[in-house]
């Protein structure tokens, strides 16, 4: 087979020597565009995942890249003057350059043939000459804009400005550096790479970047290779505190944006793309070399399974795109930290540096504390200490998890921080609750969490979803709601709460397929109602625009309900302002295109939902608490922005909202979220950290280990588990019982107490016996990297 190979980096080099190692009859041809010896770049991280790779693919390259590399275990987060390490991470770095000199040198050894400083022919000439063509042309490759409508990508250009720089300084760990200067924030990615060298890596948000004075400089012409020298020497002024005298060294250094690079397609005929050219991951959680090294291994071997070339690269394709797009997910999470990182100099550095390790969401509290459980328990010590007495517990911080230390909301104290999000059961007749929301919400209230909300209950028979749904219209109604909070405060010292609502144009739908789908009642319905005559979706009606009386009607419904709520014994209120229901409707610009003074600017939109929602805390008692729900993302272009979330919960919190329960999206039927793991988080995060109103997070979090990273990292104040608890309705228990935990922020049920322990499992009888004669040591869990000092020198320095 003839292969071609555009781009002579790491992973063009590294895949035409594992495809030559392995199948040697291959006529293996790289360009290069650079000449040979061209030095371009600093250091590169590898994982010792990846290391395991190249160990067993190729032991050469392997022998030759661990005998130049720094190795340490240790991060160090460096914010307001204090330094916090956490250890036991584990790193492998290497001067990129000398990477490429050992791929270049095996190549030349297995006979592949490179040839440097020359542009690769048209890939039109090299896929009509060659079975296959690697096009692993980097970022900016000319391969994928060739074939721009099969590869279709998708170019993100984010708005921090960073400079790629090595210093002189040897780092001794990963080192964060975050500095508040009266520009605004300015932070570093630093590590060793060699005895005398370390990638520091400055990165600023555009407008700190702007007020620092760099715009002047960047705007000049700079050559090919030439750096930004005026910029650099700014650079080593500002953090002079952190090179301790050293200087900083620039390679082609210029200040740039960093470009996020997503394929619909790796491949086009017998033409595949490779690394940078078919994926970027930020540089704050792993290196692209790493990445595209994998893309080597990994289609080099389908190359070898497979008898022909299509069903390989679609193999390939297959098997790398699901690691790429969760390695993307987390780094996209990470450059969002970093892109955002002036919300968080207001935290406490202990919670600071817990709140970068956890950032990306891959490393979370478990992970921390197994990797070194000094630094979890300071930090832990630090929000026990702030979370008032009863967080401390008997044997000290360590006893008590984040997510079971208490919370005044209000003027309800919780227990614990997990809520029971309000479900929809669709269970009611003509709005009055059954045995079956007796039965769930008793459960839900027996299994621990300190707040269970009972779902989507109407304010008037116009305003359910569905005829399934509860209300709160009928005396019929508040004594059946009497009946289940009675109930269940007779058994469990758990706060219920009631979400109100008025479904608006989504309302008088049918209870939805097991699909999750709703048909419209059509003339079974009645009447709709919204901020503007927009239909959900073709197949509803058009509800009429809200007129101002129907607006007074609704507000008096909600008080109405409010009241009713109280008088049932519910201890919280939940309005619902999201997921397309009424309130949603005036909020978001997507569905509210009103021309009076109830539409148009933010503030328009926000006034019909604020005068609804002070009349409300007018009624509802100071002691319990209120809470409102909005969508804090439309997922849909021309949507609910984040500065608009910001002004929303501020609105809410001074109308009277004790917390914001924070979802996104349901509000336009053709919405594209993006669904993941505590997806929903970010916009609770940028709400309590932007206004300090306590927030509830919600949505996929589904482990306990989740939870308690949000709450100690300050993400949110409580974390909403919703399907989690409907799978084990003694979710929060279990969870307890699963940390060790059996305090009183856990209580079991007398009745079901015998069974708080965890029930032993298969083989746990058996005890092993020890086969080793001389037990090995663990490794150190703070590994620091000491550069070697050759004897001569270390003789002339004593």
């Known amino acids: 087979m003839r292969v071609a190979v555009i781009g002579g980096g790491p992973g063009g080099l590294y895949f035409a020597a594992l495809a030559q190692q392995l199948s040697p009859e291959w006529e293996i041809t790289v360009w290069e565009r650079n000449a040979r010896d061209d030095a371009f770049g600093f250091g590169v991280v590898f994982s010792d995942e990846t290391l395991d790779g190249i160990a067993q693919a190729d032991p050469a390259v392997f022998a030759a890249m661990s005998a130049d590399f720094a190795r340490w275990s240790d991060i160090d987060v460096r914010y307001d003057g204090e330094v916090h390490v956490s250890g036991g991470h584990g790193f492998a770095a290497l001067d990129r350059n000398r990477l490429r000199e050992i791929l270049q040198q095996r190549c030349e050894e297995l006979g592949v043939d490179v040839h440097y400083g020359t542009q690769a022919p048209p890939v039109e000439e090299l896929s009509a000459d060659y079975d296959l063509v690697v096009a692993a042309d980097g970022i900016r490759s000319t391969a994928r804009e060739t074939y721009a409508e099969t590869f279709r990508p998708d170019l993100d250009e984010r708005n921090c400005r960073y400079m790629w720089l090595s210093t002189d300084r040897v780092f001794e760990a990963f080192t964060f550096i975050v500095e508040k200067r009266d520009f605004g924030s300015v932070q570093v990615h630093a590590y060793p790479y060699d005895d005398k060298r370390s990638t520091f890596i400055v990165e600023m948000a555009e407008d700190d970047w702007r007020r620092a004075g760099f715009e002047a400089f960047a705007a000049g012409e700079f050559a090919r290779g030439e750096s930004d020298e005026a910029s650099v020497r700014l650079c080593e002024e500002i953090l002079a505190d952190h090179l301790d005298g050293h200087r900083l060294i620039p ?56 008898r022909d070339v299509p069903s390989a690269l679609a193999a390939y394709e297959s098997e790398r795109r699901p690691v790429v797009e969760s390695t993307q997910r987390a780094a996209q999470a990470s450059l969002e930290w970093f892109e955002n990182v002036g919300r968080y100099t207001a935290q406490e550095p202990r919670q600071f540096a817990f709140n970068l390790l956890t950032r990306s969401r891959r490393v979370t509290y478990d992970n921390l504390r197994v990797r070194d459980d000094g630094f979890t328990t300071a930090v832990d010590s630090w929000h026990a200490g702030t979370s008032g007495p009863a967080a401390a517990g008997p044997r000290g911080a360590a006893a008590v998890p984040p997510m079971f230390r208490p919370l005044r909301l209000g003027g309800l104290h919780l227990r614990n921080r997990v809520v029971v999000p309000p479900t929809a059961l669709y269970t009611a007749r003509e709005g009055v609750p059954g045995d079956f929301e007796l039965v769930h919400l008793s459960t839900q209230a027996l299994g621990g969490a300190a707040l269970v909300f009972a779902g989507m209950t109407a304010v008037s028979a116009d305003g359910r979803a569905t005829p399934g749904c509860p209300g709160l219209y009928t005396d019929e109604q508040e004594a059946a709601w009497r009946r289940i909070t009675d109930f269940v405060h007779g058994q469990s010292d758990t706060c219920l709460g009631v979400q109100l609502t008025h479904a608006g144009r989504r309302a008088a739908t049918g209870v939805p397929r097991p699909d999750g789908r709703a048909a419209p009642l059509g003339r079974e319905g009645w009447p709709l109602v919204a901020a503007s005559p927009l239909a959900w979706n073709e197949y509803a009606g058009i509800p009429r625009e809200a007129a101002r009386e129907d607006m007074d009607d609704i507000a008096r419904d909600f008080v109405a309900a409010a009241e009713r709520a109280h008088r049932a014994g519910f201890d919280a209120l939940e309005l619902q302002y999201g997921h397309g229901h009424l309130m949603s409707g005036f909020l978001s610009p997507l569905t509210n295109v009103r021309t009076d003074g109830y539409g148009g600017d933010l503030t328009g939109r926000l006034r019909f939902p604020l005068e609804v929602l002070r009349a409300v805390r007018a009624v509802w008692p100071e002691g319990k608490a209120l809470v409102v729900r909005i969508s804090a993302e439309d997922w849909a272009e021309g949507g609910t922005s984040e500065a608009d979330v910001v002004e929303i919960a501020r609105a809410l919190a001074e109308a009277g909202a004790d917390a914001v329960d924070v979802s996104t999206g349901e509000v336009v039927a053709y919405e594209r979220p993006r669904y993941g793991r505590s997806y929903q988080t970010p916009y609770a995060d940028l709400i309590r950290n932007a206004t300090g109103v306590p927030t509830i997070a919600v949505g996929a979090i589904s482990t306990y280990d989740d939870v308690n990273s949000i709450i100690l990292a300050g993400r949110a104040d409580l974390c909403a588990v919703g399907r989690a608890h409907l799978h084990d309705p003694l979710w929060t228990l279990h969870a307890a019982a699963a940390q060790g935990y059996s ?28 086969l080793q004669l001389l037990r090995e040591p663990s490794p150190p869990v703070h590994q620091r990297w000491v550069p070697h000092i050759p004897a001569a020198a270390a003789a002339a320095a004593r």
């Open 743 to 770: 305090g009183p922020a856990a209580p079991w049920p007398a009745s079901w107490r015998a069974a708080s322990g965890r029930p032993p499992g298969a083989r746990t009888d058996r005890i092993p016996p020890r």
């Open 251 to 306: 390679n082609a250094s210029k200040w740039i944006r960093f470009t996020t690079v997503r394929n619909a397609s790796w491949r086009h005929g017998n033409v595949v793309l490779l690394g940078d050219a078919a994926h970027t991951a930020h540089f704050s959680i792993g290196s692209g070399t790493k990445l595209a090294m994998e893309d080597s291994l990994a289609l080099v071997a389908c190359l070898h399974e497979h």
